[in-house]
C-alpha cells in the first residue's frame, strides 16, 4: 500500500503561506538564510546514560573534507530548502537536484547515468510495480495571475537509473515533511495510485494549508495535520473521513503512526507533540511537552517504544512505556539553531539529527556520540533542509544532504554493543 499511493496535496498560494506562518519561518520556506554562519557547540544538555554524559567516539567530530564522497550540485536550488535529492530504497542511485536538471547517479560505479531537464523542488522514490523506481518529482509554476502552482510528475526510471517513458503529470506537490510524499497545500490532500495514472482520492474537510500526512503502516488509514489546527484520519482505500483530532488550535507540522499503527502523534506549533490512541479516539492525548519552540520533525524509533522529536536547538525522546521524556540534548544558544531530520537507525540504537549545519548520531547503547560536520573555516546557509540522510548499507556509508549543498557520504560508524 504505501509503495503504491502517493499522497499529493494541492497548491500554494505564497501570500496565505506567508500570512499563516510566523516570518522566521516564511523566510526560511522561500530562501535560505543569506547569513553565512559557523557553529557554535556549548551544550545546554547533553545525551547521557546513567547520569553519565555521553563522550565522542574516536576520531569525531569529523569535519568535512574527510568524507568518502562528495557530489556538488552545479548551483544549489533558488526557491526553497526542500528536499534536495534522494537514495533509492536499495541504495543503488542517488538523484540530487537544481533549479534545471535532475541528475541520477549511481553509486557503485560514480558516474551520472542520466542528467535530464526537470525544474523541482522535492523528490521522493520507492520501489516500482514494474521493476526499477518511480520517481516523484514536485514543482512550483508561476500560474499568468502570479499564483503559485503546484505539480508533481512520476517518472519511471528502469533498474538500471533510466527514465522509460513521459512523466505523469498531476497537481500537486510533494512535501518534504514526510516519507510516504506529501506537502504543501491550500486545503486538499489527494491520495494517488503510482500504478494507476488516473486514480485520484481527494480529501476534503482542511481549511488551511496541510503540512504532513502519513499511511499507516497497515496500510488502512492516513493521518493529515494541518494549519487549521487540525488533525484528520481517513480511510487510505477510499479516502473517507473517519476523525478529528483534539484542535490544537495552532500549526500542526507533522504526523506520524506509530510502527504497529496503534498510536498517532502529532507536532504542532506551540511547544509540543500530543500521541492519540487509535482504539479510543476520543480519549485524551498524551502531551510531550518542554520543546523550545515548535516541533517540525519528529520519528518512532523502528521498536515503536521512543518518539524523537527535535526542535530549536534541541532533540527529545519520550518513552511511551514511561510515560515520560528520557533523553534531552540542548544548545545552550537553541534560538538560533532549528534542528531538523531526526532519523533512528539500528532498530532504535541510534539517532540521527541535522543541526548546525552538521550531522549528529548518538548511540544510546554506548553513549558515544559522533559528528559530521563544518570545520572552523567552512561556511554554509543557515535554514531547514528536510528528509536528506540516509544510511547506505551497501556501500556502508551514512551521509547525506548538507547544508551548503554538497552531498557528502562518510563511512558508517561500526556498530559495537555492550556485553
Ligand atoms: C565520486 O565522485 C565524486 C564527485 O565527483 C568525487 O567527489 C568522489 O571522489 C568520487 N569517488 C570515487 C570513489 O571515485
Ligand atoms: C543544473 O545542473 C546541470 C547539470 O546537471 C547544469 O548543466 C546546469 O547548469 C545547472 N543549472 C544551474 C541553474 O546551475
Ligand atoms: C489563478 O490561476 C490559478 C491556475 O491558473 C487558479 O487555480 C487560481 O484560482 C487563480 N487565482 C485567482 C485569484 O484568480
Ligand atoms: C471506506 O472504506 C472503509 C473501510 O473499508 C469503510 O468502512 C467505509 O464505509 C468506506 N466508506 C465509503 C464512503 O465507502
Known sequence: MTSKLALLFGSLVPSVFALSIPSRAASQFTT???????????????????????????????????????YTQVKPHSRTLFGPGVVTPDDR??????????QVIYLESNITVIDFLQTSDAARVTTSSKGGYDLLISDWKVSAN?????????????????????????????SSFDPDAIVFSQTDPYIYDLDDPKYKVVLSGHTDSVMSGAFSPNGKYVATAAWDGKGKLWHANNGSFIADFENTKAQNWV????????????????????????????????????????????????????VAAGSWGQVQVYSLNENKIVQKWQLADASRWEVDDVTWFEGGQRLAYRVQGALELYDFETNLKYQWGPGPSDSFLNGFNIGGTFQLEREGWIGGFDWDHSVRFWEYPEVERRG
Open 255 to 306: 504526523t506520524r503512526f506509530s510502527p504497529n499503527s496503534k498510536y498517532l502523534a502529532i507536532a504542532a506549533g506551540p511547544k509540543y507533540a500530543k500521541i492519540h490512541r487509535l482504539s479510543d479516539l476520543t480519549a485524551p492525548p498524551v502531551v510531550i511537552d518542554g520543546f523550545t519552540d515548535w516541533v517540525r520533525t519528529l520519528e518512532w524509533s523502528p521498536d515503536g517504544e521512543y
Open 93 to 102: 542511485f542517488l538523484v540530487q537536484m537544481n533549479d534545471t536538471n535532475v
Open 32 to 70: 535560505p538564510s543569506r547569513v553565512e554562519v559557523r557553529p557554535s557547540s556549548s551544550l545546554l544538555s547533553d545525551w547521557q546514560q546513567d547520569g553519565e554524559p555521553a563522550q565522542w567516539a574516536e576520531g569525531y567530530p569529523k569535519v568535512w573534507g574527510s568524507e568518502k564522497v562528495k
Open 146 to 174: 502570479k499564483s503559485y502552482v503546484n505539480e508533481n510528475y512520476q517518472y519511471h526510471l528502469d533498474s538500471k537509473g533510466i527514465p522509460t517513458g513521459a512523466p505523469i503529470k498531476r497537481a500537486g506537490g510533494i
